[in-house]
């Protein structure tokens, strides 16, 4: 089981509509927004987490005020099953991975260890590639044959190891240079390690020809669906709009 989101937080959001949305979020999530000071970070703080809430609570037909979430070593957030016992989460094998960069935030959720990464153009990419990359991986970018190519490929290879790392929750111990991405045109990219290929994949997206996503997971068949389809982002990826959260039941 895979399912994926995205939404556009840059959306028309009233105070009061923001309020709203704050009484859906965890403690901790909360916490989080009271600490900021500008209002259009507190905004996409609390749509971010209302969004996160939402998909989950589609996904697992549970309310969005009945989820709770604890966190990794390294800091990964997943389901607390004991907080949510009253759903038998206990049950299910349910991981989520989320992301966001400038108005966009994206989530994937699946049965088996998942992680997704969503970047926006960067600047001073070839010099991050070449201190960054692996050497295979900086040669293919600067082989493209224009700028907004290089810029394009640096992305696709970027997300995919963000999105490596964040599927294994190890935040940044892990340096982007120690692994290598096999990068496919229109066909789901590898992962090599110690140079042996490993059962890990990606699947990539563009959206607004701007940004960036990348899917990692070892479900191959479930990568499979994942598809560009023309200038459209995917049919895999479901858009969650304001109205739908709140509209929804909290």
């Not at 290929?197 to 701007?210: G, R």
Request: charge should be neutral; aromatic fraction near 14%.
């Amino acid at each position: 089981m895979l399912r994926c989101y995205y939404m556009d937080i840059s959306c028309d959001c009233s105070y009061e509509q923001s309020q709203a949305l704050y009484r859906v979020l965890p403690p901790e999530r909360q916490a989080g927004v009271e600490r900021l000071k500008n209002e259009e970070q507190i905004k996409k703080k609390i749509l971010s987490g209302a969004f996160l809430q939402y998909a989950l609570s589609v996904s697992l037909d549970i309310p969005m005020r009945r989820i709770f979430y604890q966190y990794g070593e390294f800091g990964k957030p997943e389901l607390d099953k004991n907080k949510m016992r009253d759903y038998q989460m206990e049950k299910y094998g349910i991981h989520f991975n989320l992301s966001h960069s400038g108005k966009y935030v994206v989530l994937a959720v699946s049965d088996g260890l998942i992680g997704i990464d969503i970047e926006g153009r960067k600047k001073n990419r070839l010099a991050v590639a070449k201190r960054c990359f692996d050497k295979t991986e900086y040669e293919d970018i600067i082989s493209a044959h224009t700028e907004q190519e290089q810029d394009m490929r640096f992305l696709e290879y970027w997300t995919m190891k963000e999105a490596y790392v964040k599927y294994l929750g190890e935040g940044l111990r892990i340096p982007f240079d120690s692994f290598r991405i096999i990068r496919k045109e229109n066909f789901l990219s590898f992962l090599e390690k110690d140079s042996q290929i490993q059962n890990i994949y990606f699947a990539t997206l563009f959206l607004e020809e701007l940004y960036c996503v990348s899917i990692c997971s070892s479900n191959y068949e479930e990568l499979k669906g994942v598809r560009q389809y023309g200038d459209s982002f995917s049919d895999f990826f479901r858009e969650v709009s304001l109205k739908d959260i709140l509209c929804a039941k909290i």
